[in-house]
């Protein structure tokens, strides 16, 4: 691998966020107000977790006994955290704590951390989260270009960020007890927004950016059958998926995006030169949002430059290029 990713670092020594008291949500997280815009791709902190459980051994009994073996320090951190089960019925503090705090840390744990779990929710997040085994810690990157004194903010959501707007309120409001006012769910009414909201209704209230994402989520789906009989029409589809994606300021969904036009590249075989375009590109973008040692990004990293040697190369047949009629190669500006 000859490229390399341009890693952005502060010149200067200040911390790059600060915590700060909000109304709503107790302490949360502001990127610092005495410095520059922090870039895109930046690394803001790495957090060892208080403690880690089984996704499986999340009992009361399980949280308790964890919560109860820590240090005096580690307790006072984790009861230092927000709760947002307070009020309700037979949710105690400590599980009201874990519930509102807890982070997946790899595909089998989850977790507590003393500062990556003070990151609020926003539809259109600016950082990413992403546990790293080999430190134990999980990484808090930045997916935009941050203001300063911005809030960060992560998804609480998963593949629900991609649910129209009424849908992942509801989830948020049962969940984490806040109705999200993030600029992709501002279309809704608040005043009136009720749980039971009828589907026609909130069909007809659907915004922009609710039709941008029932689209990305219909095209994800598409493209997965196409690929294997339709070349062309997957990969003009994936470039309309990367489109609204970063309409959408989906950072993330733009990096599996290029990966998808990558793979579509390196299946069809025919188009060396794009190929290898797409491949960097979702190298890159998978360093920003998750780091260049990250799974993704060693992945894709692997291919760079040498795409005729991936063991995928060419087996849907030597097709004839040229079906993708929408912008060959366009909407890859930003890599
Ligand atoms: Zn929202």
Redesign the pocket.
């Known amino acids: 691998m000859t490229s390399s990713l341009p890693t952005p670092s502060s010149t200067s020594t200040a911390p790059l966020y600060t915590l700060q008291s909000t109304s709503e949500s107790g302490q949360s997280l502001f990127s610092s107000s005495s410095s520059e815009p922090i870039p895109r791709g930046t690394l803001l902190f790495p957090d060892s977790p208080l403690f880690t459980l089984p996704q499986n051994a999340r009992s009361i009994e399980d949280v308790q006994g964890r919560v109860a073996k820590l240090g005096k320090d580690q307790q006072r951190k984790f009861f230092e955290l927000s709760n947002c089960k307070k009020g309700e019925e037979d949710v105690g503090p400590v599980m009201g704590i874990f519930k509102t705090n807890v982070l997946p840390a790899g595909p089998e744990e989850s977790a507590i951390f003393p500062l990556a779990s003070r990151l609020n929710h ?2 259109i997040p600016n950082c990413e989260h992403v546990f790293h085994p080999s430190s134990n810690t999980i990484q808090i990157r930045t997916l935009s270009d941050i203001p300063p004194n911005t809030e960060l903010s992560i998804s609480y959501l998963s593949t629900r960020l991609l649910l129209p ?1 009424f849908q ?1 309120r509801i989830h948020l409001l049962r969940s984490f007890n806040f109705l ?1 006012v ?1 600029s ?2 501002e279309g809704v009414p608040t005043s009136d927004f009720v749980e039971d909201l009828q589907a026609e209704e909130a069909q007809a209230r659907e915004s922009t950016s609710d039709k941008n994402r029932s689209e990305i989520a219909s095209l994800k789906e598409a493209i997965d059958t196409l690929f294997p009989t339709s070349p062309a029409l997957a990969y003009s589809q994936s470039l309309d998926l990367l489109d609204l994606c970063e309409e959408e300021g989906l950072m993330l969904e733009g990096a599996f995006a290029r990966a998808t036009l990558a793979m579509v590249l390196i299946m069809w075989k025919g188009e060396v030169e794009l190929a290898e375009k797409w491949v960097e590109s979702a190298w890159r973008e998978f360093g920003v949002a998750r780091g260049v040692e990250g799974e993704d990004a060693r992945r894709w990293g692997r291919w760079v430059g040498k795409v005729g040697e991936h063991p995928r190369w060419g087996c849907l047949g030597k097709w004839e290029f040229g079906g993708a009629k929408k912008g060959d190669g366009e909407g890859e500006g930003s890599a």
Request: positive net charge.
């Open positions: 926003s539809c707007s992942r999200c993030c992709a769910c």
